[in-house]
């Protein structure tokens, strides 16, 4: 794929990593690990905004903390009209259960992520989504997340970092918010690096209640991470899926592949569920003949590995709402 990607310096790409481990960081924060003043780590940021290289800034939140559970739908569209297909990705991007929707390519076309708190209330969102566009859907496959993993961009360094973060949705425990906590939520999901200023005025409660809230927000593990939302293609990068199908294995053959997934500085996201594939880690690749390499590299390696399926994500209809948002 012939891509026009944005040139970026050093400087710019350990920024972007900053960002991405804790978008919630000052510019002098930022200055001090990047050796720039704030002034310049400022600018930079704002030129990052404008060229289209960071398109926002995002909460994650562990929705299972709140008693909702995320289901993932794989869509393959069938007789579907272009007119029909914007209606129904309009359709869902408009649910605020909804937290995601993708157009893919390869074995599906659409696929999303959906939060509820009863299987109930899931398959009348499906009953809803069928009356609606059935004749339009060829098949349909859903998975329930039990545990998400997300990895921050190590690759943007150029570094070996030993010691890669990341985050773990899929809380076993439950946690309740009042109406204000909820309030909060719904400013930093929608806007990571919102002022707290801002949010209190919103509010009309004052600056240091907010910042409090937050913190325990955060030592309570319902909000896990504020993190930078990047434009891949003006980064020249690619975003894939692989599905792959494995044989009978041992807990320490997947506690292996999982080590592999978390050193590997291109794995983005890893997601074990019920349904779907065995295993379905999603990279951020130059292009497809570095993802084929990787997956060679993880044949090599595990040996229980059957077969695998590619997705790749190539337009984003909806994405980083980690709750729904009414």
Do not use: C
């Amino acid at each position: 794929m012939s891509r026009k990607s944005i040139k970026l310096d050093k400087k710019d790409y350990r920024i972007l990593y900053e960002l991405d481990v804790d978008a919630r960081s000052s510019y002098s924060q930022i200055g001090r690990n990047v050796g720039l003043d704030k002034n310049s780590v400022r600018y930079r940021v704002n030129r990052l905004e404008e060229l289209g290289v960071i398109t926002g800034y995002f909460t994650e939140v562990d929705m299972y903390k709140l008693g909702f559970t995320l289901y993932r739908v794989y869509l393959r569209l069938e007789n579907s009209s272009v007119q029909t297909e914007k209606e129904l990705i309009s359709f869902l991007t408009a649910n605020p259960n909804v937290g995601w929707v993708f157009s893919v390519s390869g074995k599906y076309d659409l696929v999303l992520g959906a939060y509820f708190k009863s299987g109930n209330e899931f398959k009348a969102f499906e009953r809803e989504v069928l009356n609606s566009f059935g004749l339009s859907i060829g098949s349909k496959d859903i998975s329930i997340f039990t545990t998400m993993y997300q990895f921050r961009r190590t690759f943007l360094t150029g570094e070996n970092i030993k010691k890669r973060p990341y985050v773990t949705i899929g809380a076993t425990t439950q946690e309740s918010i009042d109406k204000v906590d909820s309030e909060i939520l719904k400013d930093l999901i929608r806007d990571g690096r919102k002022a707290v200023y801002k949010i209190a005025n919103r509010l009309g409660i004052g600056a240091h209640i907010v910042s409090y809230r937050i913190k325990r927000l955060v030592e309570r593990k319902i909000i896990l991470g504020f993190r930078v939302m990047l434009n891949n293609d003006a980064m020249g990068l690619e975003w894939y899926k692989v599905g792959f199908r494995l044989k009978n294995s041992k807990p320490s053959d997947r506690d292996m592949l999982l080590r592999y997934l978390i050193e590997n500085p291109y794995t983005m996201y890893h997601n074990e569920t019920i349904g779907g594939y065995d295993t379905d880690p999603e990279f951020i690749v130059k292009d497809i003949h570095h993802l084929r390499n990787i997956i060679e590299e993880m044949r090599m390696k595990f040996s229980n590995i059957k077969d695998f399926d590619i997705l790749m994500y190539y337009k984003t209809h909806k994405t980083f709402t980690w709750l729904p948002l009414e």
